[in-house]
Each structure stands twice: as structure tokens, then as C-alpha cells.
Nanobody, 115 residues
Framework: QVQLVESGGGLVQPGGSLRLSCVAS????????MGWYRQAPGKQRELVAA???????NYVESVKGRFTISRDNAKNTVYLQMNSLKLEDTAVYYC?????????WGQGTQVTVSS
């Protein structure tokens, strides 16, 4: 059983930055591929950024150049650095351990971008 706890969300103005953290416990973090997802009101949850166990990264087009996913295996933590935030980035952000068969989700952290 893997537990994931996100933190770092909050209210930020357009153009601002936030760094989300997700701490994992109960498993072998270093072997997991990890993902950050988000779900805005009335929309489906979408994958925002992913990082493999080897550190390869991938991003949805809308956040390329603004968001950076990283991991620290010594701290069992995956991060999402979000810069140049836009109104449309407002959502609940979730991290996920991409394990077979269905993975494990955190509880989510709210990010609100508003002036």
C-alpha cells in the first residue's frame, strides 16, 4: 500500500509561482513512475506532467516551458514547480504513483490563480 500526501497549493496571482510537493510512503518510491494530474471544475482529470523512475519527463502542451516536474528519491518526494501561472491553471492537483494495475492517488491540493 502506497500513501501519497500533496502540499504546496494555494492562491496566487497570474504570473506567479508555486511549488507542489508529494511525499510517498509505504512503497519503493524510486521504482515508480510518477505523475501530476489536475482537475478543474466541470472538467475531466488530465495528466499535466510525468517523470519516470529514471528521470525522463513529459508534459502536456499547455504547461511546457512553465512547469517542471522533478523527484528526489532520497526524500521519497516528487515536485511540480509551476511558473508563469495562468487563470486556466486553477484546479485541484493530484500526484499519482503509476503502479500496476491502477496506481495510487494522493488527496489533492487546490491551486487557485486569481487576481
Amino acid at each position: 500500500q502506497v500513501q501519497l500526501v500533496e502540499s504546496g497549493g494555494g492562491l496566487v496571482q497570474p504570473g506567479g509561482s508555486l511549488r507542489l510537493s508529494c511525499v510517498a510512503s509505504g512503497g519503493i518510491f524510486s521504482v515508480y513512475n510518477m505523475g501530476w494530474y489536475r482537475q478543474a471544475p466541470g472538467k475531466q482529470r488530465e495528466l499535466v506532467a510525468a517523470i519516470t523512475s529514471r528521470g525522463q519527463t513529459n508534459y502536456v502542451e499547455s504547461v511546457k516551458g512553465r512547469f517542471t516536474i522533478s523527484r528526489d528519491n532520497a526524500k521519497n518526494t516528487v515536485y511540480l514547480q509551476m511558473n508563469s501561472l495562468k487563470l486556466e491553471d486553477t484546479a485541484v492537483y493530484y500526484c499519482k504513483a503509476e503502479t500496476w494495475p491502477s496506481g495510487y492517488w494522493g488527496q489533492g491540493t487546490q491551486v487557485t490563480v486569481s487576481s
